[in-house]
């Protein structure tokens, strides 16, 4: 059995812990490797290592940087079908879906490349007599990431790539479920020729977690996950003195306009709600059509492509979703659908006790949860209140355009959103009243490209700043402003009063 390992110094480790978690593949549920756990000791050794590092990759130039941001770009792109391989393995998603979220990735690193120019600083000269001023960011000092399951390369390298080329050293803490990413993502990044120590990666739970946020020589740490734990984060890590960025949880609804194209909106949903079994934080999991004509049309649409939906492991061709992430994932999604049924939800399409075909190879035992479709939900509704994360696309019909903005303005949730329309004013109204961070129009999936930032509103986000794009570049550094004069032979006399450009 594969032993996943902590890289510290360029080194695996299996650190000072003994506990261990099993890792699973999803589709089979088998144990493909046993996972090291970090504790404060391990933590320490990647912050001693991060710090030693820091002083010479924090003083090389940033086009020195950049070069193993464009090697490393490289890299990715020769090593996709690798990447994605990995990805599927542990978190069962489809190959395409997988080499999806490596060009995302990829897009991130490209965006780095370009670090000079950003970090370029502002100068104003002559702004008193023979003073000059001018502006810098440096970066902070070793910088921490605690990523989730379901992006297990990508949401990794939404922070990577932009704090070290701003000069910072990074601890990474992936999450348990599909760890091998992680360190798959460090041997390129070796490759690629970052300096040992630039990039740490600690495993483990919540123990590694709490000594990342308490630990007084980590200044700043990006989160991306649940709300309650993205909360716990960012609370533990603020009264600690650091800068946190905290990313939690989404109920994204598409709001469906009577003039909408239904069969432009019904792929929408088809694959904003099932792509990655619905275990993507921009999913799509609430559709919101207006009138009772639009919602009847849209969902005679949906049945019959829900129906034909091909689901299985990733090693199969032309599969569109693979299993859920864990077998608890699956008893709750599904616990959840009985729930919304019990509440008064009707259950169109029904996922629970979903079969796969085992092949002899054990697919059978894989964490399979079918397409499922409810409607008639209501907002009183745990289906509607929980994020299920998981392949459950709801359906609330609403009245009108304002009944449908109200209720996602309601929601404690503001993620990303959508409205499908040919209606100009209604788009125009829709953007600019929705209290949700990302917004789709006619775009279901409004996931911000490298070079804008990603970031919700609400509870989705804890913290100031959105994660990669420009946001990062505030994120991972401060900004220092010097103000310069040089001796003239004038001499003013010792000044008292406040300075002044007078
Ligand atoms: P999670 O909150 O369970 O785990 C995220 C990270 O926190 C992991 O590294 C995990 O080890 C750690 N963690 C878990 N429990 C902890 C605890 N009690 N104390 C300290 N640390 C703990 O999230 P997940 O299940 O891995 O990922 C799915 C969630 O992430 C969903 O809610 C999804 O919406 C969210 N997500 C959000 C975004 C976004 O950009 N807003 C992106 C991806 C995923």
Redesign the pocket.
């Known amino acids: 059995m594969k032993t996943i390992k902590h890289i510290i110094n360029n080194q695996e480790t299996t650190g000072h812990s003994t506990n261990t978690q099993a890792v699973y593949n999803p589709a089979t549920g088998e144990q493909t490797a046993e996972l090291v756990l970090g504790n404060a000791q391990d933590i320490n050794d990647a912050v001693e290592n991060s710090k030693q590092a820091f002083k010479t990759w924090s003083t090389t130039p940033p086009a020195k940087r950049a070069k193993v941001m464009f090697n490393m770009r490289q890299l990715l792109i020769d090593n996709a079908d690798l990447v994605a391989e990995t990805i599927s393995k542990e978190h069962g998603k489809t190959h395409d879906d997988a080499l999806g979220e490596v060009t995302r990735a990829l897009e991130v690193v490209e965006y780095a490349c370009g670090i000079p120019d950003k970090l370029k600083g502002d100068f104003s000269s002559d702004v008193g007599p023979n003073i000059d001023t001018h502006s810098t960011r440096q970066a902070l000092g070793v910088v921490a990431g605690?990523?989730?399951?379901?992006?297990p390369s990508m949401?990794p390298l939404w922070m990577i790539p932009m704090a070290l080329a701003c000069g910072n050293t990074f601890i990474l803490?992936?999450?348990?479920?599909d760890p091998s990413s992680a360190n798959l993502i460090h041997d390129l990044f070796a490759k690629a020729g970052l300096p040992a120590g630039v990039l740490n990666v600690v495993h483990?739970?919540?123990e590694t977690?709490?000594a990342i946020l308490d630990h007084k020589d980590i200044h700043a740490v990006s989160?991306?996950?649940?709300?309650?734990?993205?909360e716990?984060?960012y609370t533990r890590g603020c009264a600690a003195g650091k800068r946190v960025q905290a990313?939690?949880?989404?109920k994204n609804h598409m709001i469906i306009m009577p003039d909408a194209d239904l069969d432009q909106a019904a792929d929408a949903l088809m694959g904003a709600g099932f792509g990655s079994a619905g275990?993507?934080?921009?999913a799509i999991s609430m559709a919101v059509p207006v009138g009772q004509e639009t919602a009847d049309k849209l969902i005679e649409k949906l049945i019959p492509m829900i129906n034909k939906m091909k689901i299985g492991p990733y090693t199969q061709k032309g599969m569109e979703m693979g299993p859920v992430?864990t077998k608890e994932a699956q008893t709750r999604i599904e616990g959840l659908i009985t729930q919304g049924e019990s509440e008064g939800a009707k259950v169109v399409v029904d996922g629970r006790n979903h079969k796969v075909d085992g092949h002899g190879l054990g697919y059978e035992n894989g964490y399979w949860v079918g397409a499922t479709l409810l409607d008639y939900v209501t907002p009183d509704m745990s289906v509607y209140k929980q994020?299920i994360?998981g392949p459950v696309l709801s359906v609330l019909r609403a009245d009108t355009f304002e009944q449908a903005v109200d209720l996602i303005n309601e929601h404690e949730y503001g993620?990303g959103t959508a409205i499908f329309t040919r209606d100009g004013d209604a788009a125009r109204e829709f953007a600019s009243k929705i209290q949700v961070g990302m917004v789709g129009i006619n775009v279901p999936i409004p996931v911000p490209v490298a070079y804008h930032s990603?970031?919700?509103w609400k509870r989705?986000?804890f913290g100031a700043h959105g994660?990669y794009g420009p946001e990062a570049v505030h994120f991972y550094t401060k900004l220092k402003t010097i103000t310069t004069r040089w001796p003239t032979g004038i001499r003013a006399g010792a000044q008292f009063n406040f300075p002044t450009l007078d």
């Open positions: 605690i990523t989730p399951f379901n992006f949401v803490k992936p999450s348990e479920r483990g739970g919540k977690v709490d989160f991306v996950g649940s709300t309650p734990i993205a716990y984060v990313l939690g949880g989404a275990e993507r934080c921009m992430i994020e994360f993620n990603f970031g919700g989705s986000i994660i």
